[in-house]
């Protein structure tokens, strides 16, 4: 059994900072593509930033230049470190792995959730 463990939401004020984690655990083989998603109220979930196991980066225009994601493989963990929030950053952040096991192939695993509050 995989789980996908996020933490580092909360509430902060617009123009603050806030760092996410997402700490993968499990019989886990390899991690290939790791990213932060969120979904704002009545919105759909959107991607807000990816990175490949090489380290490749890929970043939603919204965020770009304000957030910067960042993984540790021997950790199996990934980061989002939110710099200059707006109240239109306020979501659930999701964490997704796409991650092999070594008793299941390639598969999409995703966290709980962590709110994120930008207050104006």
């Known amino acids: 059994q995989v789980q996908l463990v996020e933490s580092g939401g909360g509430l902060v004020q617009a123009g603050g900072s806030l760092r996410l984690s997402c700490a993968a655990s499990?019989?886990?083989?390899?991690?290939?593509?790791m990213g932060w998603y969120r979904q704002g109220p009545g919105k759909q979930r959107e991607l807000v930033a990816a990175?490949?196991?090489?380290?490749?980066?890929d970043y939603a225009d919204s965020v770009k230049g304000r957030f910067t994601i960042s993984r540790d493989n021997a950790k199996n963990t990934v980061y989002l470190q939110m710099n200059s929030l707006k109240p239109e950053d306020t979501a659930v952040y999701y964490c997704?792995?796409?991650?092999?096991?070594?008793?299941?192939?390639?598969?999409?695993?995703w966290g709980q959730g962590t709110q994120v509050t930008v207050s104006s």
């Open positions: 990175i490949t196991s090489g380290g490749s980066t």
């Open positions: 997704k792995g796409q991650i092999t096991t070594s008793y299941f192939p390639l598969y999409d695993y």
């Open positions: 499990g019989r886990i083989f390899s991690i290939n593509f």
